[in-house]
């Protein structure tokens, strides 16, 4: 795993892991001051677009599919809100067409690579489906409108190199940045930033919803923190979703711990909030989308602040006792 850390102004920027087929191109970027500025870390999974030249040639139909598997430049969102409000910032290089960072490492549809492996039988009901059989699993297979995205099938050396590559030292990366914050506050929250294309209004004269803020139906983050987050969204007057039809995926199963005041939110924005008419570059909503995140940044890092202090406040009193 290529590793390497430097200053940058206040926060020091690591990167780690490597893109198979890219050679000295990292997995990820992880930037954070220390210690930490806020008690928020920014999370980017699915906008990476490092592309092998060996991916591209695989691929069916690279300049459809491609852009298609992607969260298009969420990747600047974060860094414009990172920059401002001090949350720590950890970016994808690697593309979502090569490994899936918010799918288990198991998520895997096996005839993508031959068939299952010989020791098939010790591993977890999860390596056979979940959601592999709809096609966008560890290792995405097929996309609505186009079908299959591979010309031929790859082996279980490639699926390998992967995991170890891109998906293990991401994964680590995110949980000890996490546990630093956490250290530090008492209390932590990954907010793992997605786009989704515009939804469908549920009710004829409603407003689709903008926004979909997941928490795995409670299990992953403080209530107090959804509420406040849904505050923001109304008071600037943006429609927002509930778990519906993004609830959060392996990224918030892996690694929201409430008990131990790791929590974690999922948030999806439409693509037309802050892209062109295109859906392909940055448009005139951009800067205003910022404006919001900043808002809900800051906002989310005072109540984490606070679980922190009570946090503390509740072992100190164990203690005395």
Known sequence: MHQSGEQVGDSVLTQGGSVPGNPGVPAFSLRMCDPSSIPVLIAVPHAGRAYAKSLLDRMRHPAFAAPRLEDRYVDLLGDAVSRVTGAALLTAHAPRA???????????????????????????????????????????????????????????GELHERITAIHQPYHAALAQALEVIRDRWGAALLLDLHSMPPLAARSPGERAPEFVVGDRFGAACDGGIVGSAFSVLTEAARRAAHNRPYAGGFVLERHARRHEGLHCLQLEIDRTCYLDSRLA????????????????????????????????????????E
């Open 98 to 156: 090569m490994l899936d960072l918010n799918r288990s490492s198991d998520d895997v549809d096996w005839e993508m690579v031959g068939g299952a492996p010989a020791d098939a039988s010790a591993l977890a009901p999860s390596a056979f489906g979940r959601r592999a059989r709809s096609g966008l699993g560890l290792i995405p297979r097929r996309l609505p409108g186009l079908g299959e995205l591979w010309k031929r099938r790859m082996d279980h």
């Open 281 to 320: 570059e940055p448009g005139p909503g951009f800067d205003a989308t910022v404006e919001l995140l900043i808002g809900l940044v800051r906002r989310l890092a005072v109540d984490v602040a606070d679980l922190g202090r009570a946090s503390d406040q509740n072992r100190w009193r164990a203690a005395a």
